[in-house]
C-alpha cells in the first residue's frame, strides 16, 4: 500500500502554499516512527528543559539558546540562565548587554541577547501568551520556520517537525534526498518532514530524530553497525 497526500508546505518558506506529491509505504512510514520512538525511549539524552515539569517558557527558551549551538553546551549553563532569567518579565526588564554577559558560554552572544531581549520584551507585553496564528507567532523577534514549529508544538501540541540539519540528514538517508541546498525551501524535504510525524508524542517524536542525528546518524562516521534502520537505509 503506498499513501500519497498532498499539504501545504508550512512555515517561512519561498515554497510555502505549493502543494508536491511523496510516495511513501504505510509499512516503511510506521516502521519509521516506531523504531525512533523505541530507539528515544532507550537511547534518548535527558536535559534540563526535557523533563516533564517544564514550562513552555523553558521550553521555547531553550529552543532560542539551541541554535547553532550543541545541546550539551547549553545543558551546562541553562538552569544557571533559567534561575536568572526565570520569566518573560525577567528577560524584558534585563539591560541586553547584561543578558549578553550570562550567555558568553555559548557563543554569538551579541546577536542572540538582541534577540532573546525582543522576545522577552513582546511576550512580556501579551502576559506571556503566545499568538494563535501561525502568522502572528512568525511576526514575533526572532521567530523563524524552526522557532515557529517548536512553538506550536510545545505550546500547542501541533504536529510540527522540529527540522534542523540533524533531522533533514536522517529523513534523507532513510527515504531519500532533497534537491535544494537550503532545507527551509525544499518542498520534499518539508513535506517529508511533515509526513513522517505520529499522530501521538510529537514532542517526543521530535526529539527522537535529533537525538538518532546527533548520536548515531552522524554527519561524520556514522554509527551504521548500531543503527536499527540501516538494513533499509538509503545511505552508502
Known amino acids: 500500500m503506498v499513501a500519497f497526500a498532498y499539504c501545504r508546505i508550512m512555515g517561512n518558506s519561498k515554497a510555502a502554499g505549493k502543494n508536491i506529491r511523496i510516495n511513501i509505504t504505510k509499512k516503511k512510514l510506521l516502521e519509521f516512527q516506531r ?118 508544538v510545545f505550546c500547542s501540541n501541533k504536529r510540527r517537525p522540529l527540522l534542523d540539519v540533524n533531522m533533514a540528514r536522517v529523513l534523507e538517508r532513510f527515504f531519500g534526498p532533497r534537491k535544494l541546498a537550503d532545507i527551509r525551501y525544499d518542498p520534499y524535504l518539508q513535506k517529508l518532514a511533515h509526513d513522517v510525524l505520529p499522530r501521538k508524542k510529537i514532542k517526543e517524536f521530535n526529539w527522537a530524530i535529533l537525538d538518532f542525528g546527533a548520536l548515531v546518524c552522524k554527519a561524520r562516521s556514522p554509527a551504521c553497525n548500531n543503527c536499527p534502520l540501516a538494513k533499509k537505509c538509503k545511505f552508502p
Not at 60 to 80: C, G, P, S, Y
Not at 99 to 124: C, D, F, N, V, Y
Request: charged share 25%.
Open 35 to 152: 523504531t525512533m520512538l523505541n530507539w528515544y525511549a532507550k537511547n534518548g539524552r535527558s536535559f534540563p528543559w526535557r523533563n516533564k515539569s517544564s514550562s513552555k517558557y523553558k521550553l521555547v527558551i531553550a529552543e532560542f539558546l539551541l541554535q547553532r549551538t550543541k545541546a550539551e553546551t547549553v545543558a551546562a549553563f541553562f538552569n544557571t540562565f533559567i534561575s536568572q532569567y526565570s520569566s518573560w518579565k525577567k528577560l524584558a526588564e534585563a539591560p541586553e548587554v547584561v543578558i549578553g554577559e550570562a550567555i558568553q558560554p555559548i557563543g554569538l552572544w551579541r546577536r542572540r541577547a538582541s534577540t532573546l531581549k525582543r522576545i522577552g520584551t513582546a511576550m512580556h507585553k501579551r502576559s506571556g501568551r503566545f499568538p494563535r496564528t501561525r502568522r502572528e507567532i512568525e511576526a514575533l523577534p526572532g521567530v523563524g520556520q524552526y522557532i515557529a514549529n517548536a512553538i506550536e
